[in-house]
T-cell receptor, first 117, second 110 residues
Framework: DTGVSQDPRHKITKRGQNVTFRCDPI?????LYWYRQTLGQGPEFLTY????????KSRLLSDRFSAERPKGSFSTLEIQRTEQGDSAMYLC???????????????FGPGTRLTVL | AQRVTQPEKLLSVFKGAPVELKCNYS??????LFWYVQYSRQRLQLLLR??SRESIKGFTADLNKGETSFHLKKPFAQEEDSAMYYC????????????FGPGTRLSVLP
């Protein structure tokens, strides 16, 4: 296991198209997070899962965004009817929620850079 | 609203000099604070968290609830410390989870 992986690494799409990103967490991790990061800003929380349950979703998240983690392993983030303002780096992170000082430490993936033309 | 501020976008220090990266937060509940670091062409990774009260790579950070601050400090900066540093606040409200600051780029000059 080489850590959190994300696919694709880069995506260029035209406004109005739908895009889907995949995140594969570290295998024993039960929590999975999605963030969005734009230039000059820190990551912005979008949503997170514990196993297959989506426990929190940012109030700022448009209805065009949806995320799933159907079997509690990999997750997908879909953006429908993309807009130019969706251009950003989309980061995934996973963690193990449980006992211990390092529990729930988030390990980040390399990100998917989305460009909407 | 919950917020994390990092007043410096860029901080340059010479090798061997002390460094302090500032972080202030606003949160009415019990805060849980973190520092994350991103080295060039690497992933974002956890540096330290206040509940662990640890020193990582010579860095320490103390939570000051009175000043709502969680400044990151290192007595002697090294060139390999050059990176982007993000302060983050974990909260437990519906619709939020982690709030990151905008980041400070630390440049350690030889």
């Amino acid at each position: 296991d080489t850590g959190v992986s994300q696919d694709p690494r880069h995506k260029i799409t035209k406004r109005g198209q739908n895009v889907t990103f995949r995140c594969d967490p570290i295998s024993e991790h039960n929590r999975l997070y999605w963030y969005r990061q734009t230039l000059g800003q820190g990551p912005e929380f979008l949503t997170y899962f514990q196993n297959e349950a989506q426990l929190e979703k940012s109030r700022l998240l448009s209805d065009r965004f949806s995320a799933e983690r159907p079997k509690g392993s990999f997750s997908t983030l879909e953006i429908q009817r993309t807009e130019q303002g969706d251009s950003a780096m989309y980061l995934c992170a996973s963690s193990f929620y449980g006992q211990g000082a390092r529990a729930d430490t988030q390990y980040f993936g390399p990100g998917t850079r989305l460009t909407v033309l | 609203a919950q917020r994390v501020t990092q007043p410096e976008k860029l901080l340059s220090v010479f090798k061997g000099a002390p460094v302090e990266l500032k972080c202030n937060y606003s949160y009415s509940g019990s805060p849980e604070l973190f520092w994350y670091v991103q080295y060039s062409r690497q992933r974002l990774q956890l540096l330290l968290r206040h509940i662990s009260r640890e020193s990582i790579k010579g860095f320490t950070a103390d939570l000051n609830k009175g000043e709502t601050s969680f400044h990151l400090k290192k007595p002697f900066a090294q060139e390999e410390d050059s990176a982007m540093y993000y302060c983050a606040l974990r909260i437990h409200n519906y619709g939020q989870n982690f709030v990151f600051g905008p980041g400070t780029r630390l440049s350690v000059l030889p």
